[in-house]
């Protein structure tokens, strides 16, 4: 298979952005990878992230911090005031929401995009991430747009900066099928939003982390 140019993937430490990163390795010609420090309670994952980032043998792991967003609060996230609650999402934005995160996850991974040449940058959302505004198909085109608007080099080159998004529409489950056909190491990410170590199982995320990974034991 012929392989694209570069990529920058977003890398949490967690199932999705850890099978986009095996993924994009089987894609693309040179993976770089970026992980941010935001003040959130799960920093533990970060860890997890510089790991895998290892195993991966990625070309540069960088490594942004965002400390207004610890500092802005309103998220159970970040906001030491706000429990992470132990329930599923709701169809509105739960309160795990941190504003506009993605969209400045993706302004700084288009910023180390720039100034290394990288024509792609990955982000792993998925349909079970749907309640969440800034995970949207709708808002993954407008961010991808803003980001072409003001590259300095696209303006320069001509050409454009996409945002790759293969898990749009797939389940959880879907991606841990993928990441099993590709090797992924499932054993060394991380998904807790608690922070705990080992994983509290009780947050949604670690309950979707665990139904999706039940489909590995039937193999």
Not at 27 to 55: M, P, W
Not at 90 to 117: H, K, Q
Request: net charge neutral; with cysteine.
């Amino acid at each position: 298979m012929l392989k694209r140019e570069d990529i920058i993937v977003l890398l949490s430490g967690g199932i999705d952005s850890t099978t986009l990163l095996w993924l994009s390795k089987e894609i693309f010609k040179k993976v770089y990878a970026i992980s941010f420090d935001y003040g959130q309670k799960h920093k533990v994952e970060l860890s997890y992230a510089k790991e895998i980032a290892k195993i991966a043998n990625v070309e540069k792991h960088f490594i942004a911090t965002i400390p207004h967003l610890k500092d802005l609060g309103n998220s159970a996230l970040t906001d030491k005031n706000i429990e992470v609650p132990s329930e599923n999402y709701t169809d509105e934005p739960p309160i795990t929401t941190v504003p506009m995160r993605n969209l400045i996850f993706l302004s700084l991974a288009a910023s180390y995009a720039d100034v290394y040449g990288i024509e792609n940058i990955g982000i792993g959302v998925h349909s079970l991430d749907s309640p969440y505004p800034d995970c949207r198909a709708e808002f993954v085109s407008s961010a991808e747009a803003a980001i072409n608007a003001s590259s300095i080099m696209v303006a320069k080159k001509k050409n454009r900066i996409k945002i790759f998004t293969p898990f749009l529409g797939m389940s959880k489950a879907d991606i841990v099928k993928l990441g099993y056909s590709l090797g992924v190491p499932f054993e060394k990410t991380y998904s807790c939003y608690k922070g705990t170590e080992p994983p509290c199982g009780e947050c949604a995320t670690c309950r979707q982390r665990e139904e999706a990974l039940k489909i590995l034991e039937s193999r």
